[in-house]
């Protein structure tokens, strides 16, 4: 068996890839690693696909497109160490019986951590009140609140969505969900109430984003919705940040009504001079939500798992179909 791993060698790698890693895909059969410091080109990566039977992505792996698959005679299987497959996968894999995977479970479970974290980071002020006591300031009042108890709205429910629910029943929190598909089971299991999204925007002391980017969803966060939130409320988005109209956001949150965590932008680096920089009442975070750098391992643990389950024709735990992977986003 051929494997054929993309990821090039260096900083991004080392995280991914431990001795008892490379090791474990040594043992599978003859591995190809990327020695080079670059991400094979659309050409390089055409060629090198000859005669593989499982190839491992990583994020900024050029597209299996048609014309790369033209080359692509005995591949079986992409796993991607990335989340969402949806710029490296066409529907040309499926076409082609390619099965794929990724990492996406492990890369959800970090991301819901981070909106707990959030969450709290804001409600408590903890930027601020370490700020001030590093600079000497003992608070004379405590304005800052907690989570528990609150009413937190969900807009989309994917992976990500559904395990950020699990944890935040802990917080004995009434949950409001916005979401297309969204099954009565589902929502019955953590005695959760369907709303639109005036009403979750209208009546929900938290908003977290988790849309994926679809041009459906462009913008799905409109000025009116912002300015329909209750004083106080906060907005925490780990999704995308083209959800949100974010020139609309920053004119609210300059009314000083409402709070936001932003760990996405829609322009990514974040530019030096954004107006969202000005902002006190919101903590911006560089597109760190998850996974983190610890879960990394775990990622590409669960990827090998996987590959076994595959070899022994046995039931995937990572697997992304056809339909999931069409719900991904696109960045």
Not at 38 to 54: A, G, M, P
Not at 162 to 178: P, R, Y
Request: aromatic share 8%; with cysteine; net charge negative.
């Amino acid at each position: 068996m051929k494997i054929l791993v993309t990821i090039p060698k260096g900083q991004i790698f080392d995280t991914f890839f431990d001795a008892d890693l490379i090791g474990q895909f040594e043992k599978m059969g003859e591995v190809i690693w990327n020695d080079t410091s670059n991400q094979f080109t659309h050409d390089e990566l055409k060629e090198k696909v000859k005669d593989i039977d499982i190839c491992v992505t990583g994020w900024g792996t050029e597209v299996f497109n048609e014309d790369v698959l033209s080359n692509a005679n005995n591949l079986k299987l992409i796993a991607h160490t990335g989340g969402s497959v949806k710029p490296y996968v066409t529907d040309a894999v499926y076409e082609q019986g390619i099965r794929v995977l990724s990492g996406n479970r492990i890369f959800a479970e970090s991301v819901a951590e981070s909106v707990i974290a959030y969450a709290l980071a804001s409600l408590r002020d903890i930027p601020k009140f370490s700020s001030e006591l590093k600079q000497g300031i003992w608070p004379r009042n405590f304005y800052n609140k907690g989570l528990l108890n609150k009413t937190v709205g969900i807009v989309g429910y994917g992976m990500i969505a559904q395990i950020a629910v699990q944890l935040l029943q802990i917080f004995n929190v009434k949950i409001k969900v916005f979401s297309r598909h969204i099954a009565q089971e589902e929502l019955d299991k953590y005695n959760m109430q369907k709303a639109s999204l005036e009403e979750i925007f209208e009546t929900c002391d938290i908003v977290s984003i988790h849309s994926g980017m679809t041009q459906e969803n462009y913008h799905l966060i409109t000025e009116d919705l912002l300015r329909s939130m209750k004083e106080g409320a906060l907005i925490i988005n780990t999704a995308r940040g083209a959800v949100i109209d974010e020139k609309a956001l920053c004119r609210v949150l300059k009314t000083e009504k409402i709070h936001a965590v932003l760990d996405v932008y829609e322009t990514e680096p974040l530019p030096v001079d954004h107006e969202l920089i000005g902002c006190k009442n919101a903590i911006l975070m560089p597109h760190m939500g998850g996974p983190t750098i610890d879960r990394r391992l775990v990622v590409t643990q669960s990827v090998i798992n996987d590959i076994h389950k595959f070899l022994n024709d046995e039931p995937l735990s990572c697997e992304i179909d056809r339909a999931y992977a069409a719900k991904m986003s696109t960045h």
